[in-house]
């Protein structure tokens, strides 16, 4: 009864909230009518109710009112946009034909005359290999461009906690990274440069500003990084530049040279950038591609001599492959020693890295990660129950295509003396920057955090993570092997 | 939706990111832990809560997790909510603003406490 006494109360809030938060309001009034019992309980449970009601209802209308002005009302977490009405009723149809009709005739205007209009292309990145790659290739095409002096084939960080799951790292592991065939700056004819007038400059530079004040690690020099880009905006020192790669070479030179921060990058794109956040579609495509390739484990296996062999070519999302890391550790569980083999693994999810080398320790252990800031997360929850790993011997081996989360991995278990780095030297990409799209074309990479790295002030940024053992990443294994055998038999 | 919302911080979205600093929570999950680190004093209520959710959520200061591992099907759907490095950040931020806050009203002698 009082259930429903709720529910009609809630009718009282903005139809938008109700759709979003409905449900979720009404869960947590049943939570508490189950937890809160007896005649206090309760006549306190309605006082709260009565009291949030009047606050909180007049609240959203308050808020609600600007949406439309903002034509879209932000976003939904799970990245589908959300508008807002303002009456409880949805639109009559006769209003929403009529509507589209006046929008299509509106919108005939601009595509027909502007001719280098690109409408968002979602279908077609549902067709790309790297899909979920960001950025696209013309990523390295302005690093070039910009002569940066910075390695081509730096891959882009990742940090899944913000809803940075648009990231590279999203990339099934079968997809061949596009970085590998993307064409050159100076190969592109000059008709396809992306040419960008004033006013998408000023906006540019604007929402640079704005982001970089609002998220750089450090405000003070964030706040002298604005004032330069400002400064430089009102001598006009912009205004002959209509190349977006140009642009954004320069203003992530001009970032650098005032912060003396290497991670801070403009990126532009000829292709359309994709919208922040995984959308379920996105989520469900990876979860797809996951289930197909068994959760990037490509191979798990016992090799002669009781050697625990695991091919693993990235570092999936553990949510959807958490069980599958589990089942592949616990597989391997009675194995004499353990090889990784990342040498194709180009990164992927620092949760996925912490939950596998959890597994090689009995007590939580520091994994220093350039990428977060220092939390409780930056233990592995060692000891893993069952497990009984965390005495036997570990290689990880390595190629120069071993990249980002799999240096993370190879770079901590080696600093630890947990592993013995086998291969070549890693691709040395250690970026802490986070993505944030500008528009259709334009993004950033900011720092975000600062994390302690307790062996000392580099990491493999740039460098890579330098092998114990030095070969060839063709004959990484077989020397694995060989040593894997040599130790077990002094043992 | 204006950006002024979280601008200055009101105290329940700040509740609200510090009870997420630990560990993901569902929405009464999040009250709970708002009350208990409150001493009782703050009782969110479902309209309280789920608008301060919304601000923080798009704001990008908290994110909803789309899939929980242990989640079982025909169980009740909750969604969990996870504190965003963003989110951590302004967390920290208006502590400090309140740690200088505190260390101010210490040197008008109106508040004896342990050093903060």
């Known amino acids: 009864m009082s259930e ?3 529910a009609w109360l809630l009718r009282l809030y ?26 206090f309980a309760a006549m306190r449970l309605w006082l709260d109710l009565l009291a949030d009601l009047a606050i909180s209802v007049p609240r959203q209308y308050r808020h609600v009112q600007p949406a439309p002005i903002g034509a879209s009302a932000g976003r939904r977490p799970d990245g589908t946009p959300s508008f807002c009405v303002l009456e409880g009723h949805s639109p009559r149809l006769g209003s929403l034909l009529l509507g589209a009709v006046l929008s299509a005739a509106a919108a005939s205007i601009p595509i027909g005359h502007i001719a280098n209009y690109r409408p968002f292309r979602s279908a077609l990145a549902a067709h790309s290999p790297g899909y979920a790659r960001w950025p696209p290739t013309s990523f390295r095409m302005t690093q070039a461009a910009g002569g940066s002096g910075q390695s081509g084939s730096r891959d882009f960080p990742s940090k899944p906690m913000v809803a940075q799951l648009a990231s590279g790292f999203l990339q099934p592991p079968g997809a061949q990274p596009q970085s590998q065939e993307a064409p050159r700056a100076g190969a592109r004819p000059a008709v396809e440069r992306g040419n960008v007038g004033a006013p998408e400059r000023q906006r540019v530079i604007h929402a640079i500003v704005a982001n970089i004040k609002q998220h750089y690690v450090d405000p ?92 693993l070519n990235s570092f999936p999302e553990p949510s959807i492959c958490g069980a599958a ?56 929850a060692s000891p893993v129950a069952g497990a009984r790993l965390a005495d036997k011997p ?21 600093m630890l003396k947990r ?65 894997v055998q040599t130790k077990l038999k002094k043992k | 939706m204006p950006k002024q919302k979280l601008h200055p911080l009101p105290s329940s979205a700040f509740q609200i990111l510090l009870s997420l600093a630990g560990e993901d929570l ?23 809560l789920y608008s301060s959710i919304q601000s923080l959520s798009e704001e990008k200061l908290i994110e909803e997790l789309n899939l929980r591992e242990d989640e079982k099907p025909g169980q009740e759907r909750r969604r969990y909510y996870r504190l965003t490095p963003a989110g951590r950040k302004v967390a920290r931020t208006e502590a400090e603003r309140l740690a200088e806050l505190l260390r101010v009203a210490r040197t008008k002698k109106i508040w004896k406490g342990d050093y903060v």
């Open chain 1, 4 to 6: 429903r006494i709720y």
């Open chain 1, 220 to 311: 003070m020099v964030a706040e002298k990084m604005a004032a330069m880009l400002l400064a430089h905006e009102t001598a006009g020192d912009y205004n002959a530049i209509t190349d977006g790669a140009a642009l954004a070479a320069l203003l992530t030179r001009q970032l650098r040279d005032a912060s003396q921060d290497p991670h801070l990058d403009v990126v532009y794109s000829q292709a359309p950038l994709h919208p922040p956040g995984l959308t379920s579609e996105r989520l469900a495509r990876y979860r797809v591609a996951m289930e197909q390739q068994n959760c990037a484990f490509e191979k798990v296996e016992v090799l002669p001599h009781n050697i625990g062999y695991l091919k």
């Open chain 1, 394 to 414: 570990v290689y990880v081996l390595t190629s120069g295509r071993t990249f980002s989360g799999a240096e993370h991995f190879s770079y901590d278990l080696k």
């Open chain 1, 325 to 380: 890391a589990t089942a592949a550790m616990a597989s391997l569980n009675d194995a004499d020693a353990i090889i990784f083999d990342l040498r194709d693994n180009r990164g992927g999810y620092p949760e996925m890295v912490m939950q596998i080398a959890a597994h090689l320790f009995d007590h939580p252990e520091y994994m220093y990660n350039p990428r977060e800031n220092t939390t409780e997360r930056s233990w592995t």
């Open chain 2, 26 to 48: 569902h929405g009464y999950g999040i009250m709970r832990q708002v009350a208990e680190q409150t001493g009782g004093r703050m009782r969110l209520g479902p309209g309280t």
């Open chain 1, 419 to 483: 592993a013995t780095i086998v291969g070549e030297r890693t691709g040395g990409a250690a970026h802490s920057g986070v993505f944030h799209r500008i528009d259709d074309h334009f993004g950033m990479g900011i720092p975000e955090a600062r994390a302690i790295n307790p062996f000392g002030k580099s990491d493999w940024e740039g460098t890579g993570v330098e092998p114990d053992v030095k070969v060839k990443a063709a004959d990484a294994l077989i020397t694995a092997e060989r040593l």
């Open chain 1, 14 to 39: 903005p139809s938008c909230f109700r759709a979003e938060y409905g449900e979720e309001a009404l869960q947590l009034f049943r939570d508490r009518c189950r937890q809160e019992r007896g005649f």
